[in-house]
C-alpha cells in the first residue's frame, strides 16, 4: 500500500502531514504535541520511530509547536530553511545541532528514496515553503498558508498526483464573522490564506495539469465549513473544464482527527480503508466531523 500520504492535523489548532513510502517515513510539519503525534501514528499502523525526517513549512505555531519534543523524544531530523530556522530557534528549546538540515527553496535534497523540493509559497512568514515529495508511483504536494496560488507554487505542484491544498475561509463567513478587522484583512490579504473560490481554480488548474486527489486542507473553524469548502471547490471545477472524461477526487482534511490514507499506487488514487482495500473515493469525499470525530475518539 506504499507510498501513501495521511493527514494527522489540519487547520489552525495544528498541522501535521505524514507520508510514508517503501523506504522513508516523512511528517510535514508538527503542530500537535509529542503524546498526540505518537498516537496519530499509531491509529495509522506507524509510529514516530518510523519518521525519518521532519520538514518544516514555516515558523506559525499551528505548523511547529511540538517540533522540539518530537526532536528530542525520537532523535528525528529537522528540515528547514535558515530564516525559518532563525525564527523557530528559541521555541525547539534543546536539539541536538546534528538534527538540523537547513534546505533552499527551489533546491531538492533526498530523503532515502525520496526526492523532496521545497519550493517558496505567498504568505506572512520568514521564509515559508511547500514540498514536493517525488515517489516512484507518482509526486505528492503539500500547499497549505497560501495567500494566493503563485506561479512558483503552480510549478512547485504541476503533475502532483495528490495535492494537500489549503482551502482556508469562505468569505461571507469571514466578512460577517468574529474576527477583528485587521486580521480579516490579513488572511484575505496576498500572503495570507486561501478563499474555497481561489482553492477552486488552483484544484481546477491542478487537475488540468494531472492531479487526480486533491485533499482541501487548513479550514479555517470559524469561517469555513467542511461541507461548504467541499461544494465550491466542487463548482469550479467542470466550469474550468476539468474532470471532462478525467477521473478525479476531491477530498477534505478533518481537523482533530487524521484523515484517510491518500495512495496513488498502480495508478489507482483513492483513499485506503485500514485494512488495505481501496475505498470508491467520492462517497467518502466528505465525512461529517462530528461521524468523524466519533469513529477516532481513541486518537
Ligand atoms: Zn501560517
Ligand atoms: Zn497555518
Redesign the pocket.
Known sequence: MYPFSVSLRSG?SG?STFIRTESAGIAIDCGLNGRQFALALQSIGQSPRAVDALLLTHE?T??CSGLGVVMRRHHIPLYLTEKTYQAVKDDLGKVKESLIHLIEPGRAFMIRDVRVLPFSTPHDAVDSVGFRLETADGDIGVA??LGHFSETVRQGLAGCKIVHLESNYEPDMLETGPYPAFLKRRIAGSRGHLSNQEAGLAASWLIRHGTRLVVLS?LSEENNHPRRALEVVRSYLPEAGAGTGVDFQIHVSPRHVCSGLFSCKDHLVGQIAPNGTNLPGDQLSWLEPDQDEDRRETV
Open positions: 489552525s498541522n506559525h499551528d505548523h497549505t498558508d487548513h
